[in-house]
Structure formats: structure tokens, C-alpha cells
């Protein structure tokens, strides 16, 4: 398993991003547990870049072309977000 160090001055922020997109998936499961939820990986990875800030560059260097023009035309966004 791949362990990040993430610096004291940003533990805040990721902190909060991450259980911003717990809420998120929370919502989504209807009250059912997150730990037996099916979910798209692809999806749980564009909210996890979307919620650290990554420009478009950066998500398409993440996600790669194809995964990322699949992921915004599932939820209906442009390639300009």
C-alpha cells in the first residue's frame, strides 16, 4: 500500500476535502453502509482530485485522457472544469 506523508501545514485541508467526499458517497449510498457500496473508481478518484484543487492538466495526468473524458461525460461537465 502506498503510504504519503502529507506535511502538518495541509493535514487540515486534506482532512476535511476527504471527509467532504465521505459526505459526498454517503449521500449517494441512501443510508446504506459505505463499506458494502459498489461504486465507480473512477468516479471516487475524480472527486478525490477535484477535491485536493487539481487543475485540468493535473487531473488528465492523474486519470489519464480517456478515464477522464469518460468520467466528465458521465456526469455531464465539459472538459473545461
Not at 465507480?40 to 485522457?65: N, R
Amino acid at each position: 500500500m502506498l503510504e504519503v506523508k502529507t506535511p502538518l501545514f495541509l493535514r487540515p485541508y486534506v482532512i476535511s476535502s476527504l471527509a467532504g467526499i465521505r459526505e459526498k458517497w454517503k449521500i449517494a449510498a441512501e443510508g446504506k453502509s459505505l463499506v458494502e457500496t459498489k461504486g465507480s473508481i473512477g468516479l471516487f478518484l475524480y472527486d478525490l482530485i477535484t477535491a485536493i484543487g487539481l487543475t485540468l492538466e493535473e487531473k488528465d495526468q492523474v486519470l489519464g485522457a480517456k478515464l477522464l473524458g469518460d468520467v466528465q461525460n458521465t456526469l455531464g461537465i465539459s472538459g473545461l472544469m
